[in-house]
């Protein structure tokens, strides 16, 4: 099990929201931040419609380096 803060996921844009989101591998933890997002950040929502399936392989690449880097809360 693996943690971060919603802005450390890079969701957040101004980087404020202190929200912590957990998974056991980077893609779950992507599923749950994504709900979080859909829950309680409209704005970004809206900025992801424009987001193309390469943007969002890129975003899931870049948040696996960033996933690999974190300490395992286990
Ligand atoms: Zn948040």
């Avoid at 998974?23 to 987001?51: R, S």
């Avoid at 392989?57 to 974190?70: E, G, L, N, Y």
């Amino acid at each position: 099990m693996k943690q971060a803060t919603c802005a450390q996921m890079g969701n957040n844009m101004p980087g404020t929201c202190q929200t912590m989101i957990q998974g056991n591998t980077a893609e779950e933890m992507g599923k749950n931040g994504m709900a979080h997002v859909q829950q309680n950040h409209p704005d970004i929502v809206e900025q992801m419609k424009d987001m193309t399936d390469e943007d969002r392989a890129k975003w899931m690449a870049d948040f696996q380096v960033k996933f690999d880097a974190m300490p395992d809360m286990a």
